[in-house]
């Protein structure tokens, strides 16, 4: 496997071991790309999108039209729990601002590692988390830190983390970072 960027490797990572699964949690829906991509592409088939801004979920509702199984929260991630009581097979994040949309309102680090905490209680064993950091907005480098040093920290028997990154790529493209929570022996 060798992607151009870190959307084509979340897309590769969840391609090979989450189609046809029954639970995503979209946590930074944004314009609803990635909950579409988790719908059409690989037929899940229940979605739980959650963001803050009323524009993105505005922007979701008309990209997924009537798909049925997607419930749109405006609720920051952090909060996810409290919607949701059963194992989620994927969680997803595209950490940033709203494509298109005001760049003062972005995700930080401090409410984003709450929501890394929530998601990894509710990954079911064998589950899959992607996070997209992006790298060149104010206060990005502040929150790609944060959570590189949260998931250095999980145990590697309950955890499989991976990182990837474009270094001679021009104008700070994304990382990449891939977790699996492992299945107990
Ligand atoms: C890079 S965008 C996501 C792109 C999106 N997945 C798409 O397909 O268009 C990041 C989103 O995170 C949202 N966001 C910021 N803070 C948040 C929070 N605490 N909880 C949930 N969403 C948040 C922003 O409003 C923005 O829409």
Redesign the pocket.
């Known amino acids: 496997m060798m992607e151009e960027n870190a959307l084509d490797y979340m897309h590769s990572f969840l391609e090979d071991q989450v189609k046809n699964r029954d639970l995503a949690v979209?946590?930074?829906?944004?314009?609803?790309?990635?909950?579409?991509y988790l719908k059409d592409s690989l037929k899940i088939q229940r979605i739980y999108g959650?963001?803050?801004?009323k524009e993105?979920l505005d922007?979701?509702k008309e990209r997924l039209g009537d798909r049925e199984g997607i419930q749109l929260i405006q609720?920051?991630?952090?909060n996810m729990g409290h919607y949701i009581h059963e194992e989620v097979d994927v969680v997803?994040f595209?950490?940033?601002?709203?494509?298109g949309?005001d760049k003062a309102?972005?995700?930080?680090k401090e409410?984003?590692c709450r929501?890394i905490e929530e998601a990894l209680k509710l990954l079911r064993e064998g589950g899959l988390m992607t996070i997209?950091l992006?790298r060149s907005h104010k206060g990005a480098q502040e929150e790609v830190e944060a959570v590189l040093n949260l998931l250095s920290q999980l145990d590697q028997k309950k955890f499989l983390v991976h990182w990837l990154s474009f270094p001679n790529q021009k104008n700070q493209p994304a990382y990449f970072l891939g977790l699996k929570k492992r299945t107990k022996k």
């Open positions: 979209d946590a930074t829906l944004g314009t609803g790309r990635d909950s579409l959650f963001d803050i801004q993105a922007q979701a609720d920051s991630h952090e997803c595209n950490l940033g601002y709203l494509p949309g309102v972005i995700t930080k409410s984003t929501a997209l992006y």
